[in-house]
């Protein structure tokens, strides 16, 4: 038993010594998908992300363990008018949410051409800090209103678990990356209403 400790310790240390850190930011699109009854709305977010995340050679020849931590911002907005007799009436919604992201992926590159090609999938945890709608009236009825999305009398969940997955090339200490995460999690708790968030990013990264 003490021998394997001390191998398995021992190749431990042996990957740690080649592991790097790599530094990402990027953009993100997430998909809204609502559904109530036989009902459905879909509706999208555009957004950012930045972070860093720490790349764990394996004893597998191409196979990283790679753990991390993500900031990103979405944000959308929608217009909707209406006229009756001379009067107009114009109300713009707009929704702000911002979260921390936690991947835990495994990845796995080979040489190819000057630089190399990775695939990387696993899950990845995902908590909202803050999210607000902000309804903006103008015309006969003006003024606004401003809604915690994830207040204490929300049924929106701040929590979520996506399966993600992506392809990547890196040259040197650059990559860029492309990945999509299904969301797994229904985030509505109120009855007959599901809501599901997936995320498209697109993204550069630096190792050193």
């Not at 191409?62 to 979405?74: E, M, V």
């Not at 990775?118 to 909202?128: D, E, I, R």
């Not at 090339?169 to 999690?185: I, M, T």
Request: net charge negative; proline share 3%.
């Amino acid at each position: 038993m003490k021998k394997i400790i001390m191998t398995a310790t021992s190749l431990l240390v042996a990957a740690m010594a080649f592991a790097q850190i790599q530094v990402g930011a990027g953009y993100l699109q997430q998909s809204n998908e609502s559904k109530t009854g036989d009902n459905s709305d879909n509706s999208k977010l555009n957004g950012a992300y930045v972070g860093v995340s720490y790349n764990v050679p394996l004893p597998v020849a191409g196979l990283n363990f790679a753990p991390g931590i993500y900031y990103s911002f979405l944000t959308g907005s929608s217009t909707s008018s209406a006229s009756l007799l001379g009067l107009s009436q114009t109300a713009t919604g707009t929704t702000t949410e911002q979260y921390i992201n936690i991947p835990v992926l495994f990845n796995y590159g080979a040489e190819v051409g000057p630089g190399k090609v990775y695939c990387y999938l696993g899950p990845t945890v995902s908590y909202a800090i803050a999210g607000q709608y902000k309804l903006e009236g103008s015309g006969v009825v003006s003024g606004s209103s401003t809604t915690e999305l994830f207040g204490e009398d929300s049924n929106y969940s701040p929590l979520d678990v996506k399966a993600s997955i992506g392809v990547g090339f890196k040259y040197n200490a650059l990559a860029l990356n492309l990945g999509f995460d299904w969301g797994l999690l229904d985030r509505d708790s109120s009855d007959n209403t599901t809501h599901k968030t997936n995320l498209f990013h697109i993204g550069v990264g630096y190792s050193f």
